[in-house]
């Protein structure tokens, strides 16, 4: 079911991810992956007008027995399985290690590092991001951690604590897919987040209809309570990048100002944008 070009996420997601075999498969595959340095990092810049603010990483897989896998593809196995510990590991390592680069060649940069529920609640997570940042030398506002309302609702008050000794820290937290779940806006208000992400599906909605403009009109007043920034993801084209400007969101992240890039490419954009 590999290398069908453009048709293998979708084989690859009907014929294998259904069946026990396939996860035993995929999971060995993850495993092997880990053992084999099958993973990279790519970086999104997130834009507040011209100004380059910093960059999600964003986990790539290019698996030897599977192809190419996208995150939606194997991030929950790797949830169900466990593997998430050390994925997530490996993305936090990879990403301090990073932002010490840049910051030692004298261009500094926030990376945002996606945190799986099951990685955030592990006893030892506070201690992880502290290790990385000390062994890296690394100020903890050069890091910013996204986190899922998923996540959060599960046990408010442990994470609501947790994302307090993280600030304490100095690094930034910011609420993703913001808007999408079900949870309560005021539980979620007691969060001391840095920043809510809106959801790439309001972004789209928001050109559709006029309720999808107050959907994010309603978010942007949600962070004017809360004093955090807004971050509009998902950003596609020009009008789409006005229009959210106009509802408040000050930055943005999506395909019309970059994909997600390699660090090369990421180094040659910032060449030639700023
Ligand atoms: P997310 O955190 O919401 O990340 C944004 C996703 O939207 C990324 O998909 C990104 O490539 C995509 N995207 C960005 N701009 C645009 C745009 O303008 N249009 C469209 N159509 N898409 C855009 P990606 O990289 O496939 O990641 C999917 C999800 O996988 C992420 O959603 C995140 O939840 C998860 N993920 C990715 N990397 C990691 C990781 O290192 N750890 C964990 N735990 N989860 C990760
Ligand atoms: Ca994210
Ligand atoms: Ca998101
Ligand atoms: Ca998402």
């Not at 978010?219 to 400007?245: F, K, N, R, Y």
Request: charged share 20%; hydrophobic share 45%; glycine share 6%.
């Amino acid at each position: 079911a590999k290398s069908k070009g453009k048709n293998t996420f979708h084989t690859f997601t009907e014929e294998l991810f259904l069946t026990v075999h396939a996860r035993e498969k995929t999971k060995r595959a993850l495993q092997f992956a880990l053992e084999h340095a099958e993973f990279e990092l790519y970086y999104q810049p997130q834009l507040k007008g011209e100004r380059l603010v910093g960059v999600e990483a964003l986990l790539r897989w290019n698996s030897a027995s599977l192809g190419s896998v996208r995150p939606d593809e194997f991030i929950a196995l790797a949830e169900d399985t466990g593997l998430i510990f050390p994925i997530g590991q490996w993305v936090l390592e990879q990403a301090c290690r990073q932002a010490a680069i840049w910051k030692e060649a004298g261009r500094p940069l926030r990376i945002a590092v996606n945190i799986s529920p099951r990685q955030f609640a592990h006893p030892e997570f506070l201690s992880q991001v502290m290790n990385c940042l000390r062994i890296n030398n690394l100020p903890g506002d050069l890091l910013e951690i996204e986190l899922t309302e998923r996540l959060v609702i599960q046990d408010l008050q442990a994470a609501a604590a947790k994302i307090k000794q993280l600030l304490h820290i100095g690094v930034k937290v910011s609420l993703d897919d913001f808007g999408a779940g079900h949870s309560s806006i005021s539980y979620l208000m007691t969060l001391p987040v840095s920043a809510l992400k809106i959801d790439r599906n309001f972004v789209r909605n928001a050109e559709r209809s006029k309720s999808g403009q107050q959907m994010i009109q309603a978010i942007t007043a949600i962070a004017q309570a809360m004093d955090v920034h807004v971050v509009a993801e998902g950003v596609e084209t020009e009008a789409q990048l006005t229009l959210v400007s106009s509802l408040g969101c000050e930055v943005v992240q999506g395909f019309l100002l970059s994909r997600p890039i390699t660090v090369e490419q990421l180094e040659r954009w910032r060449l030639e944008n700023h």
